[in-house]
């Protein structure tokens, strides 16, 4: 009964700081697409609830990212706080083993590598692809309803847009000012036009019928018509390519099976392959990360116990800073061909699982800890440092200024005066004194 207690009790802890973990991690993520969000809001007039299938739609890709870091920081935490109140230390007296207290942490790493999968497999492709035509909804219903009859729009990139009349998606009496060329001063009529939404690429299309294009040089020697049947042309909004990039649609948000096609169809081209196949290979090397940090914070948060809590966090950012930069450099490796592109996202893996397998066997026959420790405390002394200094600044530079909440010294002692020499007064009037009470000294 008492293994299984201890494991529930151990399990529970790590489930518990991991979902306070993903919510403040995930919470942090989305602060940089605010921006971004509050630009929809006063540009584009997107509505509450549109707010709320944004975040729903990109909140995959910041998971994907935030369930490996909850992993490291949540096992950190629980064992952080197990060695300050010496429960590791009861535990291991109960005659349980380092191996035996792991068991717990591998059941968690295990639940969080399959959500890792289930997000990176399933919930990633969704959430882009949803997202994206999201988003092209909102660049085309806006865009349609800023085209009025005989008011000149905008709205568009380098092109000012009239039309007499429309209906729907025809208009008629159509002119445009093209200024996407400075040498040459464009302007395009139309007797007819037609709007052909085209959702692949994120644009708006535009067929003119029965038009006219007038050319006139920069230097205004040369000057030329053109007349068309039809005439197509694309309408860019300003903001059009940032937010096909904002939709996050690549190699990395594809699914398996469309990764797989993609592949297969640049082999038949010729094209290179190293980009699609490093994506693919992040696939299955970022959830595996989940089991190294579920093992490698146990040993961290147990010996980072002197050091408290913020420590343990200073631990899990050196951690979780090592990890991404080796990760980049390996995968641009990989894609520019140096390495291999399947193992190239592998090696940080290979490095952290050793370091793991280093850790475990330490702590297994209670040898200590010389290096890692050092390390530990330069950092954590560098990290109190760090804190000291953005305290210190951040109290010289709130004014200290004296409030009708808040006297200042001077109004405290003058006001302790008056209350004085009003007392000695009233006393004098009275016939009362007071024999003054002298502080002996000693001889």
Not at 118 to 132: C, I, R
Not at 183 to 188: C, M, N
Not at 371 to 386: A, C, P, Q, T, V
Not at 390 to 405: C, E, H, L, N, Y
Request: proline content about 5%; hydrophobic content about 45%; glycine content about 6%.
């Amino acid at each position: 009964m008492l293994p299984i207690t201890i494991d529930r009790y151990i399990l529970s802890e790590l489930l518990k700081l991991f979902i306070l973990s993903v919510g403040a991690l995930t919470f942090l993520m989305f602060l940089d697409k605010f921006l971004f969000i509050a630009e929809l809001i006063v540009n584009r007039g997107v509505t509450f609830f549109e707010i709320l299938k944004i975040l729903a739609f990109i909140s995959p890709a910041i998971l994907a990212l935030t369930i490996p870091m909850s992993v490291l920081v949540a096992s950190v935490a629980a064992f952080n706080q197990f060695s300050t109140y010496n429960e590791f230390i009861a535990m291991k007296a109960s005659t349980w083993s380092y191996l035996q207290l792991m068991r717990p942490v591998v059941y968690f790493s295990l639940i969080a590598y399959l959500l890792a999968n289930l997000v990176m497999f399933l919930a990633l492709p969704w959430g882009n692809l949803s997202y994206k035509k999201l988003i092209y909804n909102i660049i085309q219903n806006r865009a349609d309803l800023d085209i009025k009859p005989n008011v000149f729009n905008k709205d568009f990139d380098k092109l000012i847009f009239l039309v007499k009349d429309r209906n729907d998606t025809q208009m008629g009496g159509i002119f445009l000012a093209d200024m996407s060329n400075t040498e040459v001063s464009k302007v395009i009529t139309a007797r007819e036009g037609f709007i052909m939404p085209n959702r692949e690429t994120l644009k708006i299309q535009l067929q003119l019928k029965n038009g006219t294009i007038h050319e006139l040089r920069k230097s205004r020697s040369e000057y030329q018509t053109l007349n068309f049947d039809r005439y197509d042309l694309t309408l860019n909004l300003p903001a059009a390519e940032r937010l096909k990039e904002e939709a996050l649609v690549g190699n990395r948000e594809l699914s398996l099976k469309q990764n797989l096609e993609r592949i297969e169809e640049l082999k038949k081209k010729g094209l290179p392959l190293n980009g699609p196949q490093v994506e693919l290979s992040k696939k299955f090397s970022i959830p595996f990360t989940c089991l190294l940090f579920g093992l490698m914070g146990a040993p961290l948060g147990i010996h980072s116990r002197r050091s408290g809590k913020s420590g343990g966090f200073a631990l899990c950012i050196m951690v979780i800073l090592i990890y991404y930069i080796g990760l980049i450099s390996t995968q641009n490796l990989g894609r520019l061909g140096e390495i291999n592109p399947y193992l190239s996202v592998w090696i940080p893996n290979f490095v952290f699982l050793g370091v793991a397998g280093y850790f475990t066997y330490k702590m297994e026959k209670d040898i200590p800890f010389k290096f890692s420790d050092w390390i530990g405390n330069r950092i954590f002394m560098i990290w109190e440092k760090l804190r000291k200094t953005i305290q210190a600044v951040s109290s010289q530079s709130r004014p200290q200024t004296a409030g009708p909440f808040r006297p200042s010294v001077k109004q405290t002692r003058s006001h302790d005066l008056r209350d004085l020499r009003k007392n000695v007064a009233s006393k004098a009037r009275s016939g009362k004194t007071d024999t003054p009470r002298v502080r002996p000294t000693l001889k």
